[in-house]
């Protein structure tokens, strides 16, 4: 790709040259590493990521609804290409999904998605309330009386990946072995893995992915209830849409869908309202504020900070062509602060009347069918930590560590503390 051909028509302009979202600055605001960008030079070709980077809402917006000028296809691809042990790696657990919802295109996708998303709909999820609630009270319990936890380990990372299972239909059982295979697979497709590691994460998705397979058959075997099990009845009753490779890669990319988006989404959600006391004493003391505040957190904070596409024709846009077949990094995270759409997007407002203005969750065809869930397991957490802690407080000077992620974006650890005397609610 030719350099020259990015925003500002300079061959090595500071903002393209300048472009490292593995780096610290950028994983520590991305918004604010972009602001620039998007006043002065909204889309640029990264030559480090060979990638057109598009970063002002209203193109976000466009590009996500274009499914005619966009292709979805590369959007699980890893950003840093595997080497060939990893590659090898892979091979040996028979590691060949095809695409699922989120990278399939039209229109297929649609035929599809119209099946497969009826048991994620509000209306079905809103079902789950009472068990969501009682799995995080299961884990509160566990360090309410301790007077620290990190958030991450305590709470975050488990809750949503037991959620994820329980919606695909994993019966319970099984859900107790599963959990334990949780990868970090955003690592896997927007991380810059060492090749060492590479291989240490393709082990991982490697058993996650014979796992996948014994979990569809056992439920093909004794039937289930959930998104999984629907999929197998679609299956049954059209074997092409739906067949037996997608039914596994559902089953596995279905958590990951499910897992780290989420617990990241609710970890940066945390970190910053506890930073900003009064908004968490707003929240402590009206928890009907708290739907209002889990929008503005995505926005503020997104956990996806980037998605990407695939340019199928030459696209015109602020000026600059970007040309059939390449790849575009639409940074989300830039969007949602965007000064033309939302007003001091800098700060962190929990009545912004706009906040669900936000593209968290994507735009369009592959808008994403998990946010009702991800918006009730969210709400849920902060209900329940405002009810019981709500004199938690950050512990000073902590060091919340970086994922190192062109995408996934939340901190490593949350540690927190509270006079466990002072607890409103007994465990
Ligand atoms: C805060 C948590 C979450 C975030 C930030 C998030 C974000 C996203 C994004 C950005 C997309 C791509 C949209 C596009 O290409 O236009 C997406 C798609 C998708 N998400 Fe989520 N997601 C979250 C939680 C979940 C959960 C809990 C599930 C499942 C239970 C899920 C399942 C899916 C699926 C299946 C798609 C593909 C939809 C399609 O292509 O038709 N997500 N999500």
Redesign the pocket.
């Known amino acids: 790709m030719d350099p020259s051909r990015s925003g500002a028509g300079c061959p090595a302009s500071r903002i393209a040259a300048e472009f490292d979202p593995f780096g610290d600055a950028y994983q520590e605001d991305p918004a604010a590493l972009l602001a620039a960008a998007r006043a002065e030079e909204p889309v640029f070709y990264s030559p480090e990521l060979d990638h057109w980077v598009v970063t002002r809402y209203r193109d976000v917006k466009e590009f996500?609804r274009d499914t005619k000028r966009f292709s979805?296809s590369n959007?699980l691809e890893p950003i840093t290409p595997l080497g060939e042990k990893a590659r090898a790696r892979l091979a040996e657990y028979d590691f060949a999904p095809g695409p699922?919802?989120?990278?399939?295109d039209e229109p297929v996708?649609?035929r599809?998605?119209k099946r497969?998303?009826p048991p994620?709909a509000a209306e079905e999820?809103a079902k789950l309330e009472g068990r969501i609630r009682d799995l995080v009270s299961s884990y509160v319990d566990a360090f309410v009386a301790r007077g620290t936890a990190d958030l991450i380990d305590d709470l975050l990372w488990e809750v949503?990946a037991i959620?994820?299972l329980l919606?695909?239909g994993v019966p319970d059982e099984d859900i107790d072995r599963a959990r334990h295979y949780t990868i970090k697979m955003g690592m896997f497709t927007w991380g810059k893995p060492t090749e060492e590691h590479q291989v240490e994460i393709a082990d991982q998705v490697g058993q996650w992915w014979r796992l996948s397979g014994q979990l569809v058959d056992r439920l093909k075997r004794e039937g289930g209830q959930g998104?999984v099990p629907t999929a197998i009845d679609v299956h049954r009753d059209d074997p092409e849409l739906v067949d037996d490779n997608h039914l596994q890669n559902?089953m596995m990319?279905?958590l990951v869908?499910?897992?780290e988006?989420?617990t990241?989404?609710?970890a940066n959600a945390l970190r910053f309202l506890l930073s900003q006391r009064d908004s968490w004493e707003e929240l402590c003391a009206d928890p009907a504020l708290i739907p209002n505040a889990v929008e503005e957190c995505?926005r503020f904070r997104?956990?996806?900070q980037c998605?990407r596409?695939k340019a199928l024709v030459d696209v015109e846009v602020e000026g600059v062509t970007i040309p059939a077949g390449s790849r575009v990094l639409l940074v989300?995270g830039s969007g949602n602060h965007d000064e033309t759409v939302f007003d001091n997007p800098q700060e962190l407002d929990i009545h912004r009347p706009n906040a669900k203005r936000h593209?968290?969750?994507?735009?369009?065809?592959?808008?994403?069918?998990?946010?009702p869930?991800?918006?009730l397991?969210?709400r849920i957490i902060l209900e329940e930590l405002t009810r019981r802690l709500p004199h938690m407080r950050l512990v000073d000077g902590q060091d919340f560590g970086y994922l190192h992620n062109a995408s996934f974006h939340g901190p490593r650890h949350l540690r927190v503390e509270w006079e466990p005397a002072d607890n409103p609610v007994d465990a």
């Not at 593209?359 to 946010?371: E, P, S, V």
């Open positions: 996500f979805a959007a699922v919802l989120v990278n399939e996708h649609m599809r998605r497969l998303a994620l999820v949503p959620v994820g919606v695909c998104w559902m990319s279905g869908a499910a897992h988006t989420t990241n989404a609710t995505l997104a956990s996806v998605w596409r989300i593209l968290a969750f994507g735009m369009g065809a592959h808008a994403c069918i998990g946010a869930l991800a918006r397991e969210m």
